[in-house]
């Protein structure tokens, strides 16, 4: 039952961070390349994601500190990290990247600077609740994404249950 | 793979060379259905090379693509890929590559692969906006994708090798099967899904026609893939300039060149792309340009054009392709990218695969002359230090001739360092240094800081022109930072300074990265950009030829076109952005205009200078003209043309290109 329960539980917050608008349908894709010769595919690739995407914000809070401020490199630098993070599927981080680079071309200072606090600020957002929904799940043991049924013989589907079950007796 | 025909045959090598072991035919290549020799489990095993800097990108591509059953190998450097490109020549079957990478363009890197390997390349970027889609598509991009790229996109760029092969297949046999030519219309098959179909049903039939074909000499044989080496390709030139460029065809090209072991087939598939490559530098720039000489006229402007001659230059000698440039083409361009100018504008790296391009292209055919500024001893003395400048170019540049230009005493160019080099026969001279300079400014440059060495040919892709700063006196050496694509500048800053006519020519040619030199050349004033002309030394007497052959090519931006105002520079500046090899001739446009925009990045643009003197020598052309031809040329419009005009910004005015040999 408690597996159970934290299945529920892990599938409705990864339907919160998609009706929340933190992930979109590139998360999905993700997920569906994850597979049994690799089962932490989306794990690693958002935490590859994290790894590297750091330098890019350090870079730019850097290069928003010089004076005059550099446009070009800053959007530049943007671009790379925006382009991370689509192919994550972070979409508030994404939406709000755009934001910088329309101020960015607008050549807006001071847009620049309020935006790119709020990048990072849905970045880390973003971040922490990946970690924990990721953690849940570690925990709950290989689970059968809702979205993904696995399809299985009567007969198999039969053991299962039967196990299954016979496990959460065992547990409560 | 053998199928029964002869045409399947030689189909099925193409294929075969290309993808290697990973579709060998299912049974012989499916021979029965359809004879293209696609195997029944194509497009499983396809062979992928992934190139993106982006880790996260490139894991979650991996990962799609091994979904899709093909074998991935991934770089995230675009000099990684190339190089296992070139290790392995028919190891991959395509090139998914990204744009926006920090050491090369993805356009470059589009280049590169296109003329060396004649691989599919796909670009994709998280950027959607049209003007880089249409770059994708202007470089020869067989698809584009967008970021973040889906599986479903992935799944089916098979497709775009099947039609490659395709285009190639059918490319072998232009004329004898000319009727045949056509594959029956299969109106069936509506689907891109159905293309391979409908290829290899259009293969069968011609395969039974063809039989007897006589061309079966060639296609009969399994042929490997024939890689254009930079001789290759200068004979090449060489001979479509002798034919003249209308009247070329691949069976008069082979018996001119001479090689064994080179099929007609071979040179028929070189010749079309030699013609979009000449089709679209000219295009882009100026439908007339081309027929105008390349040398500049007095337009001071030189700096630009002699900038994208080196980088062209420089993207010859880079395409290693071609085997090597003559070093003393290289050692001229350098010479004469270097000796401009000393102080280097800005380190404008214009990737030395530019240079490859334009050298694979370009040496082979043309002899490269050294734009040999001032003083030939220029090249002579400067080129041994510039060619180990290069990193990793190969320079086989002729010490003298590098050293000449070196010496050639370009200050006129003041700072611009370009690296035009700009293989020479082994004088000239005078070549302009402005090429030098306006190589730098172009942006190629990164002053003096290396020397580009011509021969940059094989070994590195990117030539790092990077124009050593070697001192004023030096001046010609050019570095282009990046592509010295202009194999026929040679940078001799000597005769810049008295030439003004090259200058002016150089100028007009409009190159596109010498954008800063430009301004630098702007504000020296001095316009001798006799280098500038020379990007592309060709001899006058064979201009005409080249101009109507380089069409073609696509790989070589020849970009002949008069502009007589600026809007020709920017002209030249878009197509400078190609990372083939562009050989522009430029003329009159305001070099300074373009300044900006055109860094390095741009493939290296041969600029043809037009010789109002009509003794022009277009110098994109260079690749088909001698070294000597070239220098002889430049030196000669160098004093025949009166000063430029200094006026403009780079002195670009309309040069009188009537003069130009038809």
Not at chain 2, 114 to 141: F, Q, R, Y
Not at chain 2, 393 to 414: D, V, Y
Not at chain 2, 459 to 464: I, K, M, Q, T, W
Request: proline share 5%; hydrophobic share 30%.
């Amino acid at each position: 039952m408690q597996r159970n329960q934290m299945h529920r539980q892990i599938a409705n917050l990864r339907k919160s961070l998609f009706d929340q608008g933190y992930l979109d349908e590139q998360f999905v894709q993700l997920e569906e390349l994850q597979d049994n010769s690799n089962p932490n595919f989306v794990e690693e690739v958002v935490s590859l994601f994290y790894r590297d995407s750091a330098r890019f914000l350090y870079s730019i809070d850097q290069a928003l500190e010089k004076r005059p401020m550099d446009f070009s490199t800053l959007d530049s630098l943007m671009h790379h990290f925006k382009s991370s993070s689509t192919s994550i599927g972070a979409k508030k981080v994404k939406t709000e990247c755009t934001h910088f680079r329309s101020h960015c071309n607008a050549r807006n200072a001071e847009g620049c600077k309020r935006t790119f606090q709020q990048v990072k600020k849905e970045y880390t957002t973003l971040k922490k609740k990946l970690e924990t929904y990721f953690q849940m799940s570690r925990q709950a043991g290989p689970i059968e994404v809702e979205c993904r049924p696995r399809v299985l013989s009567p007969f198999q589907y039969l053991i299962s249950r039967i196990s299954y079950l016979a496990l959460s007796f065992l547990n409560t | 793979m053998n199928l029964g025909g002869g045409n399947n045959k030689q189909q099925q090598s193409m294929m075969a060379s290309s993808s290697g072991a990973s579709w060998k035919s299912g049974g012989g290549g499916g021979g029965g259905d359809g004879g293209g020799g696609v195997p029944d489990q194509f497009p499983a095993g396809l062979r992928v090379l992934v190139v993106d800097d982006d880790p996260t990108c490139l894991m979650i591509l991996e990962k799609m693509l091994r979904n899709c059953n093909y074998e991935v190998t991934k770089c995230n450097r675009a000099e990684v890929a190339l190089s296992h490109l070139r290790e392995n020549k028919n190891g991959f079957d395509v090139v998914i590559s990204d744009v926006h990478m920090p050491d090369m363009d993805g356009f470059k890197l589009l280049e590169h692969i296109g003329l060396e390997m004649d691989l599919p390349v796909i670009m994709m970027s998280a950027d959607d906006s049209k003007n880089v889609v249409m770059k994708g598509v202007t470089h020869g991009a067989c698809d584009y994708l967008i970021k973040p790229v889906r599986i479903e996109a992935l799944r089916n760029i098979w497709q775009h090798v099947v039609r490659k092969k395709k285009h190639e297949w059918k490319e072998v046999e232009p004329s004898p099967s000319a009727d045949e030519q056509k594959p029956p219309e299969e109106p069936d098959y509506s689907s891109s899904a159905n293309e391979g179909h409908n290829w290899k049903n259009t293969k069968r039939r011609k395969d039974e026609d063809d039989d007897a074909d006589d061309r079966d000499d060639s296609s009969s044989l399994k042929k490997p893939r024939v890689v254009w080496s930079v001789e290759l390709h200068q004979q090449f030139v060489a001979a479509v300039n002798q034919l003249g460029i209308d009247k070329a065809v691949p069976k008069k090209i082979l018996e001119l060149m001479n090689v064994p072991g080179l099929t007609r087939e071979n040179v028929a598939s070189h010749l079309q792309k030699y013609r979009l490559y000449l089709r679209r530098l000219s295009g882009s720039q100026h439908p007339g340009g081309m027929n105008t000489g390349f040398m500049g006229g007095p337009d001071a402007g030189f700096g630009s054009m002699s900038s994208l001659n080196g980088l062209d230059l420089q993207a010859l000698a880079a395409s290693g392709q071609l085997g090597q440039l003559p070093p003393q083409s290289l050692a001229t361009l350098q010479a004469a990218a270097l000796g401009r100018s000393n102080n280097s504008k800005s380190p404008i790296s214009v990737p030395v695969l530019d240079q490859r391009n334009i050298f694979s292209f370009e040496n082979p055919k043309s002899r490269y002359t050294e734009v040999q500024g001032q003083s030939q001893h220029l090249t002579n003395s400067g080129s041994s230090k510039h060619m180990n400048l290069l990193p990793g170019i190969p320079t086989n540049m002729e010490p003298k001739q590098f050293a000449s230009l070196h010496q050639s005493g370009q200050h006129s160019f003041g700072n611009v360092n370009n690296q035009v080099l700009i293989p020479m026969g082994g004088q000239s001279q005078r070549q302009p240094v402005i090429s030098n300079e306006m190589l730098t400014r172009g942006g190629v440059v990164d002053m003096g800081s290396s020397v580009y060495s011509p021969v940059v040919s094989q070994s590195s892709p990117l030539v790092d022109f990077s124009v050593n700063q070697k001192t004023d006196s030096v001046g010609s050496n050019y570095h282009l930072a990046g592509n010295l694509g202009i194999p026929n500048l040679t940078g001799t800053s000597s005769t810049l300074q008295g030439d003004r006519s090259l200058d002016t020519k150089v100028s007009r040619r409009g190159i596109v990265p010498s954008y800063d030199i430009f301004s630098d050349l702007n504000q020296n004033g001095s316009r001798d950009w006799s280098l500038q002309d020379v990007g592309l030394t060709f001899d006058p007497s064979q201009q005409h030829t080249m101009q109507g052959g380089l069409d073609g090519l696509s790989p070589v931006m020849l970009q002949h076109n008069r502009p007589s105002n600026r809007e020709m520079v920017g002209q030249n500046r878009n197509l400078a952005s190609n990372n083939k090899v562009i050989f522009s001739t430029h003329n009159g446009s305001n070099v300074g205009q373009q300044r900006n925009s055109y860094v390095g990045d741009n493939s290296l643009r041969v600029k043809t200078e037009i010789n109002n003197d009509g003794s022009s020598h277009n110098t994109l052309y260079s690749e088909q003209y001698g070294q000597d031809d070239l220098l002889a040329a430049i030196l000669k419009q160098q004093q025949q043309e009166g000063v430029g005009q200094s006026d403009n910004d780079f002195g670009f005015d309309s040069y009188a290109l009537d003069d130009l040999p038809a």
